[in-house]
């Protein structure tokens, strides 16, 4: 089974991707970058991403990582800022730690594209 099924598909990743923002808006160390963002667009482009990168329905047609992040100047901090308020609300929303670090695992995995290094 794929990420997307084992997370319990769409109503969980929106589910997720809610919660996330909700922790992202209020979180000093990255909050400012979204101080000018559409978020009702940034969330559905966020959801439909997740949705594709967990091996689900592919309507994903924004940027790639690389260029969606690079001209935000990101430092390590701001990647273990996101993916700390990722882990608290998959933690939240009761997911097993085994899939919790296999999502890690795909999120460290375009580390260097988030940060364009």
Not at 52 to 69: L, T, V
Not at 88 to 96: A, P, R, Y
């Amino acid at each position: 089974m794929t990420i997307y099924e084992r997370i319990g598909g769409e109503g969980a990743v929106n589910l997720a991707v809610d919660i996330f923002y909700k922790k992202v808006l209020v979180d000093d160390r990255v909050n400012e970058y979204f101080d000018f963002i559409d978020m009702p667009t940034q969330i559905e482009k966020q959801k439909k991403f997740l949705a594709m990168a967990f091996s689900g329905p592919n309507h994903y047609s924004g940027k790639d990582m690389r260029e969606a992040h690079k001209n935000m100047h990101l430092t390590e901090n701001h990647f273990s800022a996101v993916a700390e308020n990722l882990v608290e609300t998959l933690q939240e929303l009761n997911v097993s730690e085994e899939l919790i670090d296999e999502i890690i695992g795909l999120i460290v995995g375009v580390k260097g594209d988030v940060l364009n290094q």
